[in-house]
């Protein structure tokens, strides 16, 4: 019964080829995003959707497009693919809006995607 | 725009040595601070967060406002708290969480 899952957990590619990474929460929370590590481990959001709704989109290539088929699942497909794109991608979905804030973001274990 | 900074980018103690990991911010609203946990080949979780002002496997961390700190803290370091460490930041309205850089503590027996 995990809450946020992602497949696949690896992905190795060449560069040029268009691919995807789902994304699933079954803990019935209206806000999901998506999230780059890169080598050196930094943190950086990409996008955010709220009940299927695009709210947040950082500077990213146009590449990288979301989709969200409803509000359960977020997927990412990148176009193209180049070297840079080499990091471990993470899921993650929250509840917006609870009494006192403090909402909690839940990880996916993340997708490592080495681009060859 | 909000910032957050962890100057530590490595972090090394002795198992029963206090720990500190330091998170500085920048925001010109009220915010809300997390303190996420990354264990090796695991998900990211949160670890706690200032409103609970709860200590969660002996951490504990305060939010300074004069200082723009939220410092985390532990007064005796185990092996199993070897993981990365990442400080972050809620804006006043939205849902977004900015991150800092991460700290790697390494716990030594």
């Not at chain 1, 190795?12 to 995003?33: A, F, P, R, W």
Request: aromatic share 12%; proline share 4%.
């Amino acid at each position: 019964d995990t809450a946020v899952s992602q497949t696949p957990k690896y992905l190795v590619t060449q560069m040029g080829n268009d691919k995807s990474i789902k994304c699933e929460q079954n803990l019935g929370h209206d806000t999901m995003y998506w999230y780059k590590q890169d080598s050196k481990k930094f943190l950086k959001i990409m996008f955010s959707y709220n009940n299927k709704e695009l709210i947040i989109n950082e500077t990213v290539p146009n590449r990288f497009s979301p989709k969200s088929p409803d509000k359960a699942h977020l997927n990412l497909h990148i176009n193209s693919l180049e070297l840079g794109d080499s990091a471990v991608y993470f899921c993650a979905s929250s509840q917006d809006g609870l009494a006192g804030g403090g909402n909690e973001q839940f990880f996916g274990p993340g997708t490592r995607l080495t681009v060859l | 725009a909000q910032r957050v900074t962890q100057p530590e980018k490595l972090l090394s103690v002795f198992k029963g040595a206090p720990v500190e990991l330091k998170c500085n911010y920048s925001y010109s609203g009220s915010p809300e601070l997390f303190w996420y946990v990354q264990y090796s080949r695991q998900r990211l979780q949160l670890l706690l967060r200032h409103i609970s002002r709860e200590s969660i496997k002996g951490f504990t961390a305060d939010l300074n406002k004069g200082e723009t700190s939220f410092h985390l803290k532990k007064p005796f370091a185990q092996e199993e708290d070897s993981a990365m460490y990442y400080c972050a930041l809620r804006e006043t309205s939205g849902s977004r969480l900015t991150f800092g850089e991460g700290t790697q503590l390494t716990v030594n027996p």
